[in-house]
Structures are given as structure tokens and as C-alpha cells.
């Protein structure tokens, strides 16, 4: 007796279509199980963003959708606590942009959550801005003065930040001026945004207030440029400068950290495959985002730009 060995082609077809569904359905990475919608430059993708950065970060955006048009970037400008919590419990929020990466911690939630940690750098350095009111002769300062104002030593000052928890300036302030220290909240007081801030220092003549430099000092921008009629930035000791003691927040003062208080520009992203926010951050790190970041007058992380002491003696042409 013959035995023929087989198989329908009916099972073969119900064999082809099980295994797309599992391949469909899952992500060897451990990444949502969700059929992919975009690419390095197409698609749509939320992202938070640290309000503080928010000058850099809308021309940023701006250059890149122009770039490529299939591109869609929804920016969520909110306080850094709220964009970590975003990154850690929102599926939706893809990248955030904020002043650190993520502590081990958070690192291990991510990958208990995701079954891989999300990648996460610094892309440039930034620094905090103290600024008063256009006709105030007060403009030189010490960290140790700015510690004493913050912990009630000048009664007669009044201290304005873009929130009293939350934002990445108070916790700068509260770290890294303050060493841990709580504020006096006598003389401290909170306003909504960066914005807020500098239309409340530009009407009180005896007010302090700190932002991220992204919103006070970049001279190519207009809006900028006519807020400095308004409110000036301070000088603040340079404890490690022998030429120069005191030094306002440029660029030059801050890719040298002459000027104290400086922080950086860092990105978190939860991707794990060539998608949309991949595209944005290689956009971010290299030649034209860098750029940008220079010509905003941060600090670029990725890409050297080397800082010489030049002369230059200029000369009349008589034609």
C-alpha cells in the first residue's frame, strides 16, 4: 500500500497567515505592539520639551518639518517634572528634552516597562540668566549672594521664577545655588513661564528673576533684542577667573564654564527602531541642529567648535 506524505494547500495558507499575525503582532524589541507609522522623516510624533528651551527648540522644530515636509513634530512645551513623568508613564510621548538624562532608577522602570532603556544624552550646554529691570544699577552678583537673596538675606528683593516646583530652574537653583536648601518663600515667588518672568521683571524695578538664556540671549533675535530695553542680564562671579571676575551668560562664557551657573541640553528617547523621533535626534546631533544651537548662542555638545583668541587690526580702504 502507497502512503503519499502531504499537506493542503488550504493549511499551508492558514500556516502563512498565523505566522504574519504573530510577526504583526509582536515586537522582538519589546516595543509597543502597534504596526509602525513612520520614518526617520515622515510621520507625526509627540514630544515634551522643558519650557525653558523653548526659543532653541521651536526653531529647531521649524527647520526640520520645513526639511521634511512629511514630518510632523507636536511639541509639548511644559515643567521638566511633568516631561519625565511623560516619558516614564505616557506611551504616546516618544522624546523629551530636558536639562539631565535619567537616573538609574528610572532606567530600570523603563526597561521593566519596555524590556529596553531608552536612549538618552546631552545634546548642548545651556545656562541660567539672572535678570533685573532695565534702570536697576544692582548688576553684579556672587553665587553666595544669590544664595543669600533666595534665603530671605535681602528682605527688600523680590525673586521671580517660572514656578516654584517642578521647572528645571527652580531645581537648578535649589541643587546647585541653594545645595539643597529650601527657598524663603517670603521673598520668592512663582509665575507661570520664562515669558512670564521677564514681563514681570521688565515692570518691577527691584525684582530678580532667573530664566533659561535661550529666551534673553541670542542678539539675532529681535524679540530678545527689544526685551533688553526692558531688563538686563547680571554679571555673576567667575571664582575661577583671573582676568575677568565677572561674566554675564554668552556663549563664549558658557562653552568655557567661566560663567557658574551653566547646565545642559539633554534628550531622552523611547524608540528602539528607525522611526520619527531617531530622525529628529540625528537631526539634533549633527552639522545643522549643532548648528542651530550655535546660532542661538548655546553651547553645542557633538560638534567641536574650537574657541581661538584673534586680532584683528582693520584698516580704511580709500577708493
Request: aromatic fraction near 10%; charge should be neutral; include cysteine.
Amino acid at each position: 500500500m502507497k502512503v503519499r506524505l502531504g499537506i493542503n494547500k488550504m493549511e499551508v495558507w492558514a500556516c502563512i497567515c498565523v505566522i504574519c499575525a504573530v510577526l504583526w503582532g509582536c515586537n522582538l524589541d519589546g516595543d509597543a505592539r502597534l504596526p509602525v507609522t513612520d520614518t526617520l522623516t515622515s510621520g507625526t510624533i509627540n514630544i515634551s520639551i522643558d519650557e525653558s528651551f523653548k526659543p532653541v527648540m521651536d526653531e529647531q522644530i521649524k527647520v526640520f518639518e520645513s526639511s521634511y515636509p512629511g514630518s510632523k513634530i507636536i511639541a509639548h512645551y511644559k515643567p521638566e517634572a511633568e516631561c519625565l513623568k511623560d516619558i516614564l508613564r505616557d506611551s504616546a510621548t516618544r522624546m523629551i528634552i530636558v536639562t539631565r538624562g535619567l537616573n538609574r532608577k528610572e532606567e530600570m522602570f523603563l526597561k521593566d516597562s519596555l524590556s529596553f532603556v531608552p536612549h538618552w544624552d546631552e545634546l548642548a550646554t545651556d545656562a541660567i540668566a539672572v535678570i533685573v529691570n532695565a534702570e536697576s544699577t544692582d548688576t553684579i552678583f556672587s553665587v553666595q549672594r544669590l544664595k543669600s537673596i533666595l534665603t530671605g538675606g535681602e528682605k527688600n528683593r523680590q525673586v521671580v521664577f517660572d514656578g516654584l516646583s517642578a521647572t528645571s530652574t527652580v531645581r537648578f537653583a535649589i541643587d546647585s545655588i541653594l545645595g539643597g536648601k529650601t527657598f524663603d518663600t517670603t521673598v520668592v515667588q512663582a509665575v507661570k513661564s520664562s515669558s512670564e518672568v521677564l514681563d514681570y521683571i521688565a515692570s518691577a524695578e527691584n525684582a530678580i528673576g532667573f530664566v533659561g538664556v535661550s529666551w534673553i540671549g541670542n542678539p539675532e533675535d529681535s524679540s530678545q533684542v527689544k526685551m533688553l530695553n526692558k531688563v538686563k542680564m547680571v554679571y555673576v562671579r567667575c571664582e575661577n577667573c583671573g582676568d575677568t571676575p565677572y561674566v554675564k551668560p554668552s556663549q563664549y562664557s558658557i562653552l568655557t564654564r567661566r560663567y557658574p551657573l551653566v547646565r545642559g541640553l539633554y534628550y531622552v528617547l523611547k524608540e528602539n527602531y528607525a522611526g520619527l523621533g531617531s530622525g529628529f535626534l540625528n537631526f539634533l546631533q549633527y552639522e545643522r541642529g549643532q548648528l542651530i544651537f550655535k546660532r542661538a548662542y548655546l553651547g553645542p555638545s557633538k560638534i567641536g567648535f574650537g574657541l581661538r583668541n584673534v586680532q584683528i587690526n582693520e584698516k580704511l580702504v580709500q577708493e
